[in-house]
């Protein structure tokens, strides 16, 4: 069984900065791509950012590229997002997951992730 949990999320002002993290535990974290989804009020799931199990490929979604960043440490078995130049339009509802097949690069198709944590609350005003 694989575990996620997510942290960080908050109310920010438009323009400021919140860093996302994502804890794994219960599989070999750094055989597996992870990724950054989002779900908004009356909307469905959408792709933000998704990093390869080894770190060296990243993919973003058009409306977050050049204000967000992707990492993981995969001694700490945690994936980040950095989440700068924040918008209203950003506000949702962040989920981390962690894709179903070992050793891919990244994918951005919610359907090849299979464990997604809690999620956190990104809301930011006005």
């Known amino acids: 069984q694989v575990q996620l949990i997510e942290s960080g999320g908050g109310l920010v002002q438009a323009g400021a900065s919140l860093r996302l993290s994502c804890a794994g535990s219960g599989r070999t974290f750094s055989a597996y791509a992870m990724g950054w989804f989002r779900q908004a009020p009356g909307k469905e799931r959408e792709f933000v950012a998704a990093?390869?199990?080894?770190?060296?490929?990243?993919s973003y979604a058009n409306s977050v590229k050049a204000r967000f960043t992707i990492s993981r440490d995969n001694a700490k078995k945690t994936v980040y997002l950095q989440m700068n130049s924040l918008k209203p339009e950003d506000t949702a509802v962040y989920y981390c997951?962690?894709?179903?097949?070992?050793?891919?690069?990244?994918?951005?198709?919610?359907?090849?992730?299979?464990?997604w944590g809690q999620g956190t609350q990104v809301t930011v005003s006005s």
């Open positions: 990093i390869s199990w080894s770190g060296g490929s990243t």
């Open positions: 997951a962690a894709d179903r097949r070992a050793f891919r690069e990244v994918t951005t198709i919610v359907d090849e992730y299979d464990y």
